[in-house]
């Protein structure tokens, strides 16, 4: 007993220096940054403060980084934040562990097969592997934090379809949580992508009806939307009647940056003309937060009409390889770890485009002569989100040009959490309010 209560103090204090070293990472950061910016004689892009500063050529080049700025992005932390080892946090890190550690590991190993049996194979090694790391935590743990550190696109896309991309688990998804209420459910194509529609019953000829278009996360390479059915299905069952339009988009880096903005507003042309629509409400979480808000731009831009609304969950607003306070201290998120987000960035930004210029690409960086004409925002981000950041930055400058604004943060949820409405109280909590929302701008 003597022994675990000394390996339990040892452990708080390995957690207080790690969380030591993220805060000194912040600093030193921050630090460098500015000196760079005085030696370059760099000018923000953006009038007000901004907690992810524009990106430099030290933000690029690796050559330029200094040691601890390599350390944070590059060196795995030994263990998360101590949140992570509590209650369903401890539980979630460890399902993550298994899950990045089991694939990470069975990628290598299947990396002598064929590439089109590469994923089969890893597959059945990544099922074989992962009952053995969940009775090792510590071993999934290192092997999750170097499959992280490691991320390409091609071992997320495997294990998105392992997990969420494959016809069983569709099918499962939504068979499971869609409404039987919502009887409606059709899927027709445009533009070379599958578009899925849901309602409570079809439309009629002439009958306007208010339309919710929903676009689904999975980091611009990878196709989440099954993950998103539990929320799809209670918007399709709002009082209001409305029809979900979620559209799935061509995938990076084959189709890079504006491939999936161009059929995201194709298909919001195609709504308009499929449907007699009476309000239209822009849903989107991740990924898909960021394609809502670009079409919105592009409305704006063209002079088109505005929806009534965007609802965004842990939006990606800011594409740019600089660091933040949340970016440091939450790079362990067990769903978007460093690692991750540069290979993100890496795929979905062409090498010549300035995401930090284009509000196409980085909506938090549009200027505030189109922030200042959109309509009502609502935002909801997660405490242990790196991206936490991101929609900080955005909500200051929606409120310096006075947009309706809802900005909801929940300190405990980490990056992705309308699907871990099952898992956790104040996720499900989260995602009603999101729904509730959404019916409220519908009225």
């Given at each position: 007993r003597v022994r675990s209560i000394r390996m339990g103090k040892l452990q708080r204090a390995h957690e207080g220096l790690l969380l030591m070293l993220r805060l000194w990472g912040i600093v030193t950061a921050a630090v460098e940054d500015s000196m760079a910016r005085h030696a370059d004689g760099a000018v923000p892009r953006v009038s007000s403060f901004a907690l992810i500063p524009q990106p430099l050529s030290v933000d690029r080049d690796e050559?330029?980084?200094?040691?601890?700025?390599?350390?944070?992005?590059?060196?795995?932390?030994?263990?998360?934040?101590?949140?992570?080892?509590?209650?369903?946090?401890?539980?979630?890190?460890?399902?993550?562990?298994?899950?990045?550690?089991?694939?990470?590991?069975?990628?290598?190993?299947?990396?002598?097969?064929?590439?089109?049996?590469?994923?089969?194979?890893?597959?059945?090694?990544?099922?074989?592997?992962?009952?053995?790391?969940?009775?090792?935590?510590?071993?999934?743990?290192?092997?999750?934090?170097?499959?992280?550190?490691?991320?390409?696109?091609?071992?997320?896309?495997?294990?998105?379809?392992?997990?969420?991309?494959?016809?069983?688990?569709?099918?499962?998804?939504?068979?499971m949580m869609i409404p039987r209420a919502v009887r409606w459910q059709v899927t027709e194509v445009v533009s070379g992508s599958r578009v899925h529609l849901f309602s409570r019953k079809p439309p009629r000829k002439g009958e306007a009806r208010p339309v919710i278009f929903y676009v689904h996360g999975g980091g611009f390479v990878a196709n989440l939307m099954s993950m998103d059915m539990g929320v799809i299905g209670r918007l399709a069952n709002l009082r209001s009647n409305p029809i979900v339009v979620a559209t799935e988009y061509p995938l990076a880096p084959e189709h890079m940056y504006p491939a999936a903005l161009n059929v995201c507003s194709n298909v919001h042309e195609w709504i308009h003309r499929r449907f007699e629509v009476s309000k239209t409400v822009f849903v989107g979480e991740s990924a898909g937060g960021n394609l809502a808000l670009a079409v919105l731009l592009r409305l704006l831009d063209s002079g088109a009409q505005l929806p009534e609304g965007v609802v965004c969950a842990y939006p990606t607003l800011h594409i740019v390889p600089s660091t933040s306070p949340s970016r440091v201290c939450n790079n362990?998120?067990?769903?978007?770890?460093?690692?991750?987000?540069?290979?993100?960035?890496?795929?979905?930004?062409?090498?010549?485009?300035?995401?930090?210029?284009?509000?196409?690409?980085?909506?938090?960086?549009?200027?505030?002569?189109m922030l200042r004409k959109l309509p009502p925002i609502w935002l909801q981000a997660g405490g242990l989100d790196p991206l936490l950041d991101d929609t900080i930055d955005f909500a200051s400058r929606l409120r310096a040009c006075e947009v309706p604004l809802d900005l909801q943060v929940y300190r405990g949820l980490p990056h992705g959490f309308w699907s871990l409405d099952a898992l956790m109280p104040e996720a499900a909590a989260a995602v009603s309010r999101a729904v509730a929302s959404v019916g409220k701008l519908l009225e």
């Open positions: 050559d330029l980084k200094p040691l601890s700025r390599k350390l944070i992005e590059r060196l795995p932390m030994p263990a998360p934040l101590p949140v992570w080892h509590q209650g369903t946090h401890g539980v979630l890190r460890r399902l993550m562990d298994i899950a990045f550690g089991s694939f990470g590991f069975a990628w290598e190993v299947a990396g002598a097969a064929p590439p089109r049996a590469r994923q089969a194979v890893a597959t059945a090694v990544a099922v074989a592997v992962a009952p053995a790391l969940a009775l090792a935590p510590g071993t999934a743990s290192s092997l999750a934090a170097q499959a992280r550190a490691r991320m390409t696109v091609e071992v997320c896309r495997a294990g998105c379809w392992l997990a969420a991309d494959n016809a069983v688990v569709q099918w499962v998804m939504r068979t362990s998120d067990p769903l978007l770890a460093t690692g991750i987000m540069r290979m993100v960035v890496d795929a979905y930004v062409p090498p010549l485009e300035d995401a930090s210029a284009d509000p196409f690409i980085s909506p938090a960086v549009a200027p505030e002569s």
